[in-house]
């Protein structure tokens, strides 16, 4: 991973996902799974998160962690909680 496009903007990145999964969605009839608001914000820092990581700053990683749980729990449990226990595991 390195700094790009996608890594200074995940909120439009993440956003520009769920319109395609809409688009698409629509037009092949499958139902829409789309992301609550908080949702795409929990998936914003958890994406930050993992870039952080990545990046050796596991200050930040750990911060970004804390924000998307505090910002959707749910999605966090569904989503961010496999990388989170697995750098717990790791003692990163």
Do not use: N
Not at 50 to 70: F, I, Y
């Amino acid at each position: 991973m390195y700094g790009g496009k996608s890594t200074t903007s995940a909120l439009r990145v993440l956003e520009s996902k769920q319109r395609i999964r809409k688009y698409y969605g629509a037009w092949f009839g499958i139902p829409d799974h789309s992301l609550t608001a908080r949702g795409v914000r929990c998936e914003e820092f958890l994406y930050r998160a993992r870039h952080a990581q990545v990046a050796g700053e596991p200050a930040t990683a750990v911060s970004s962690l804390a924000r998307a749980a505090a910002v959707d729990p749910a999605q966090f449990i569904r989503s961010g909680w496999s990388f989170a226990r697995a750098r717990l595991a790791r003692g990163r």
